[in-house]
């Protein structure tokens, strides 16, 4: 029962641009949300995260969007750049600070 | 800052031979978790600790793996006996209370 889901496994765009990875999720005991970033041969590293009370959440170039009636969230890059280019989890908890239930990943590649 | 730090990064071993992987939480967070990721399953948590005890170890496959926090700077996770199946990227994490989770670097487990 996949409860975090990522339903697309790669997304492609050009520098500059903006970049909308999307994650759904189906347990309504989840109510803090996260996005982390991984490179290759590293741990995820933490970008942004945004509680059930809200619907966005903005750090430089990172917002993350939360739908909580459509279970929905989404995390916008703007500007895109090279250096973005990894796989982004999107993360899941019924409280924050207990266990996360991560989303398959999508790969961005971003395009110079 | 010293972030997580886990050891060994890479780890490879034979059939039958226990295995023991450390991780050093971000000093002052209280809760640590041990997470493996693998093709099919993705990153999927195993156990973890608030304030060294363990709270959720429902992640942990089979009695062949046990997770240890003697203290509040050190935690161990043991595969014995190891198996190929075993054969992952383990990663430790650690948060302060409500917080959003810090991953260390993997530890490269395989098992022959």
């Known amino acids: 029962d996949q409860q975090v889901k990522q339903n697309s496994p790669s997304l492609s765009v050009q520098e500059g641009r903006i970049s909308i990875l999307n994650c759904d999720y189906t347990n309504s005991m989840f109510d803090y949300f996260l996005w982390y970033k991984k490179y290759p041969a590293e741990g995820p590293t933490f970008l942004i995260s945004?509680?059930?009370?809200?619907d966005k959440n903005e750090d430089g170039r990172f917002t993350v969007f939360l739908n909580k009636s459509a279970k929905h969230l989404s995390l916008h890059i703007v500007p895109s750049q090279p250096g973005d280019s990894a796989v982004y989890f999107c993360?899941?908890?019924?409280?924050?600070?207990?266990?996360?239930?991560f989303g398959e990943g999508t790969q961005l590649t971003v395009n110079p | 800052d010293a972030g997580v730090i886990q050891s060994p990064r890479h780890e490879v071993t034979e059939m039958g031979q226990e295995v023991t992987l450390r991780c050093k939480p971000i000093?002052?967070?209280?809760?640590l978790f041990w997470y493996r990721q693998t093709m099919m399953r993705g990153l999927e948590l195993l156990i973890y600790f608030n304030n060294n005890v363990p709270i959720d170890d429902s992640g942990m496959p089979e009695d062949r793996f046990s997770a240890k926090m003697p203290n509040a700077s050190f935690s161990t996770l043991k595969i014995q006996p190891s198996e190929p199946r075993d054969s992952a990227v383990y990663f430790c994490?650690?948060?302060?209370?409500?917080?959003?989770?810090?991953f260390g670097p993997g530890t490269r487990l395989l098992v022959l």
């Open positions: 945004i509680s059930s009370i809200k």
């Open positions: 993360a899941a908890s019924a409280t924050s600070g207990s266990r996360l239930t």
């Open positions: 000093s002052g967070h209280n809760s």
């Open positions: 994490a650690s948060s302060y209370p409500q917080g959003p989770q810090y």
